[in-house]
């Protein structure tokens, strides 16, 4: 059945059948397009990473929720790729200069890969990164020992799953602004994530916000776009 | 063990054992029933659109939601069939003349599926139909590039998963009748297409009316009874 | 506390200081603004509708949610308005000549003020209008006897609440675009309306859209637009 | 890690080791107890049949929702069952004599597998079960093609997935006790069988109960109880 | 606005304007229509139920959730109406011959507004009725002492806020048809009846019915329904 | 409308008409019954007080969730009763000698409510108690500063709104048993204390139970149990 | 019936008996505690407003959510107070020098109140702050027309009920951190803010980051935050 | 994409690398850290307990929630531990004298799995545990049966699906603390556990809390540290 001819081609966006990328968006929001793997073939993260690096040279270029057939794929054809498969991410291209700090804090083990995938976008979209792990609220000596650093940072990124209580607790010890990130981790009654993100979007904590369930990438940008704007502060001697 | 018999005969139904067609449909509604897919072995799908197009060979019949190993028995055993792997759709015989234009917008490449359903349902169901993909709100130059466009339809189809923000955007650069068809495209509190249900649903911009989730089908059919019914109008030079 | 300046003046908004008028949406999409009534003062609503009507003196105006002291203002200050406490509506001036029939459908008694709300946004919008109620499924002799003129019909509108049945049924017995309106009316787990919403977005009678509950208005001004662009009927003979 | 002793034998409970019969169910209530199958495997549903029916010689015993694993192992050892793929029951032993009817209609003919387990154990439970299926309501002509028949019965029970509107319209046309069974048929806003449940829960015809969704056997336990308590009715000429 | 003028006079219809009576309900289905009062004036009640008696002299018509204005207003205006506060019902006229028993079973003190709507509509219905209060299930006793009368009900209403949890233990205990109601009894968690409801779609009992939460109305009917076409028990000495 | 007579007299049962109170719950359970004052005339909560007091004359007897009239008729009545205004009870009586410590620990002053019916229900029930109030983890000094009275009681009864983190923070820096209560205190998406409770049931700190939202009574019954059969401490010297 | 002694003072913490301000908060966040008015009375509410300027003389003090009583209360004892009674805040003190510029940007009238806390709250938390009212969706052109003035800020704040979509038009417009506030204006399935609140978190604008329903104070702290460490822009001539 | 170092040692933490062990938690709870099994490789099991035996040799350590190849692979590797493939788990160790005993009560043969980790988790936290299993409150004479041995403990853990009666039933019969458990078993309208759990928190018996669902670890914790430090009964005499 041959539907009617679609639309054709228009300023700022360039089509490959399958998606139509907005080549002006680096432009318009200071920030290229980025690759959302989940749902796409292998060959076209190949193609739309190898594409979106060649229409911006200077930046580097990113993909998320890939696949291991698609971490696989990229790293067989694009052998400058970074592949992390913790954060299911990978990264074409060097970021130009790094400005201000974020901070990616997370409660437990588990949640790791959300908080790789919010790390890696936070430097690729151009902000120096430090991780901090495995600090949950059940054992307070462990955040406590880590307060300077925190507090040093420009932003933070707090990553937690189950009742999400950990931005809470970060955010009544400094007032550095903090993404919290609630993550899928928990059985039962979390709802997949559900309590975390009840419990952040409630926190008695001010200044908390908060992205999607398992959305790393979203803090990342969110972080990145603070930090690098962040005027040079005197006190971060020990970063 | 055996049940007591079940019941005769009755005027306007077909009877298959494992479904009874109501053959009656299309003198009652204008319209001839339709396989739903889900649910159906590839043999049963194959026998009832067999059994409709005997029954309306005037017009075009149509299955959906058809599994893979569904679309191949049907390509195998009818040959005159159209099956749209992408929609996953099968289409036999034609329709009588199209009349009036449906455009089916839809807001990222992981709405296609849904689109495509809507788009071969249209058609099938007696309209013109005019595609346009990958027009989400993140990038507005894009919707606002095709509003002329939008504008000629005699009906709208929006398609969009996440937020499901685009139906309200459109609804509010032109007056045409719009159906927004939400999808189960996103992740975490997307809740397998419920947000964007509900942004949907209460839409700020004024006569847009909703489907249930990832229901091209639904849409489609709406969409067509609509442009099919609508006079010329004087504007459509560019269609 | 002093903030900022605000914006200036804007083309095609007029700026009352507690709003600002979309004067240029006739333009756009062929309707004017309306004014919803819900957490405005009596004052606002009379000078909204009169700013509307002056802006607009070709056309109706309307106004929708009204409470009764709203409606009283209205009444009081604008003698050509027109005020009906059962839909909670007021409109100024006249609508073009009308265009096409908009059958509007009521399950029970307590669906009225949402079928009122309906029926006069349709008129208001340009579209003839009947009025069909208390033709709930559980006396089928009520709907069945009023087939022909439901069939005559440009567009429906079905309001009912509790299970929201009445969609599935009507959509069974004409091919006429149907938009299903679910009310809150019911109590426990009918959910303040979420029952009956359901209820219609899946409804097994294909062709079916649904609007937010309770409201009237979205589905009057989607059926006025499909009515009034719908060709004349040879057919519709009884209206 | 041994745990200390458990309880000894009691009266009234055979014990299986991995599951303790409630050898009294009969004595108490009037009907015996049943193999719920799912979670076990198929050689502890095929002992549980077999006890079951030395216990009880004189009645039906019925296991449910059996996989195909447990359906071919009961048919391997137990020659004298009968199993019904359909409904994934096995049924040993014959019920004593039945009194009253109980008709099972379904909307759809994806609610089969529902219908067909309520039917086999409203006759386990000793009733006489009429089945009428596909009688959906977006085609009346079908269900009034039978209002005689269900009008007969002693008891009513109603299948239906999707906006779950068929327990209304029948309910509304004979003054039948009528039980409704939401199924799981369905997509998207239909949440597995809740758009059903709710709908059926706020029925606007009055006398409609409900079980939870897919719940055939709680429906024909129910109906066989109510049927074979029956006066004899002096129309049931046509069953 | 004057709307198109509406539907016409209709045979089993009584057109009162705001309400259109279905008279021919109980030729249909056995039950005259009944007045359901929320949302309703004291004089509609009062000229509903006039209305209904006059046409149905040989049976007790029925209003239900009468607020106290309206129970003032048919004491006042219906000498002969029998009005009870407790489960705010109005009863005008006698029922023909009671058949059959029905038990109302409530768990609470609280649930005596459901209950005794309940018991009244079973008793207009054509059942005797038997109401057993305050036997929740954490005194075990209470219930345990009442074991022979629920044995020798034909049906039973049981009808519990909170857990929900008194219709399992009943359904354990005697294999008489059983209705469960859940009543809005509880706080917190109990979301307004949504556990007591959920609790009883999942009685582990089985042969567990359930209707909407608070209606005894509903429940009435269908006990009545079963309780009056039971053939008469030999052990029901005690009643 | 009269019914069928109630129930007669039953051992372990005093009837009062409205209610049926479980006086043999003392000798089963070792806690005399509550009265639950929702619902209930001031009348009545007098009358039940005075009643529940003389069947237990060496017990404290408790009334719980009283409304001010309920409060100032008990005051009024019942000279020897202690009313609490904040935390809406009424006590009668003197409890036996006192055992073991109840701790009982509030996030914030809006908790206070709760926490007192929490404190006065523990001690009532037969335990000492110790309050501790806005210890929130906004600022973990104000918890840190109390660790070793925390550490020091039998059972903690910890009571948070918002998104309820304190029962994690507290469960990780002591191993004393430890009752999480939810309270209603917050807005919008802690949808009336949903959040708080969904975040304590999946609390990363082991060994946390949980009651329903704003449960302090059965917080206290609970925490009085366990605090009452402890063996004495020998850490406990600063109680 | 007391308890035992509360606890003695603490250092960092003044005791008003009914509450314990965190007069440590300003040392250890950089922003001094506020007084949040929900449940207070309004003498609390004067009393607390008074003790936090005592304590932090070179700030700005902040109390919101007054309700119309605590506003009067303030003005009349306060002076020195700001009271703004739409977005329901007072201020006491001035804030220190202001720095970086924070853009509120609110999608409807109705938004205003919760526009009005967020612009108000960055203010007292030490940013310069301009409002952008009424620039929805449905009327593009609106928020086309001010996007320079979006780019020039350090933090942006966009404010929307019913479905929520201007912070993804917006986010796709600059790339400006932005906070969405979603508010509880709507009806039926916008279930108090939750619509959009989900509509938000779904956001296919990347960066987007959200607060709870209706919460312009946290969005406000955190855009504060953000905005008043930012570098000076050399692009922010139009400012 | 190389992040910037990450902590370095701490004290009371073991840094496993994917894990930090909070070596601290036994001295500052009374309890050794547990090995929570979801999400980790067999070989991450088998490290994590022997470094925890290696940690606290006095103690039994615990590791739950283990996949079939982790229970192969503890089995293999560590010759001492004892696992149960029903519950999952895995202990290494044993633990000191026991003190007090729970007793974990099951409904069903279903929650078996949580049931056994109930009591072993209980065990290793240092109780005496014994188990009641299938006493579901649909055959009343088998809770009854076990009264004394409830009644003889110094906890109760009350594990149930579906429904989940059970707790209240028990909680009647006697005064001793109670846990409940509700667990994923059931289907349809249980949601994976929700209407147990919803049952369990609105139980109509006072002094029953709850856990997660499944969540027979955290009561085991719970019931065990009630259970140790419980005074010796006289009564116990059965045990």
Chains 1, 2, 3, 4, 5, 6, 7, 8 share one sequence.
């Not at 930046?59 to 890939?66: G, Q, S």
């Amino acid at each position: 059945m041959t539907h009617l001819p679609d639309q054709g081609p228009q300023p700022g966006i360039h089509d490959l059948g399958y998606a139509r990328l907005d080549t002006d968006r680096l432009e318009r929001t200071g920030d290229a397009e980025v690759v959302y793997g989940a749902g796409k073939t292998p060959e076209q993260v190949v193609e739309l990473l190898r594409t979106l690096h060649a229409t911006h040279p200077g930046n580097a270029v990113l993909a998320t929720r890939l696949t291991v057939e698609a971490q696989e794929a990229v790293a067989a054809a694009l052998s400058a790729a970074v592949v992390d498969p913790v954060g299911r991410t990978a990264v074409l291209g060097t970021p130009p200069a790094l400005r201000g700090t974020v901070a990616v804090v997370a409660a437990g083990t588990s949640d790791a890969p959300v908080a790789a995938e919010a790390a890696t976008t936070a430097r690729v979209f151009g902000a120096n990164v430090e991780v901090i792990t495995d600090v949950g609220v059940a054992g307070l000596h462990r955040i406590l020992g880590v307060r300077e650093r925190l507090d040093a940072a420009d932003c933070l990124i707090v990553v937690a799953g189950m009742e999400g209580a950990l931005p809470s607790v970060v955010g009544g010890l400094v007032g550095v602004p903090l993404i919290a990130v609630p993550t899928s981790v928990g059985y039962g009654a979390s709802f997949g994530g559900v309590a975390a993100l009840l419990g952040m979007l409630n926190s008695c904590a001010p200044g908390v916000t908060v992205v999607n369930i398992d959305n790393g990438f979203g803090a990342g940008v969110f972080a990145a776009r603070v930090a690098r704007r962040a005027a040079p502060r005197e006190t971060k001697d020990d970063v």
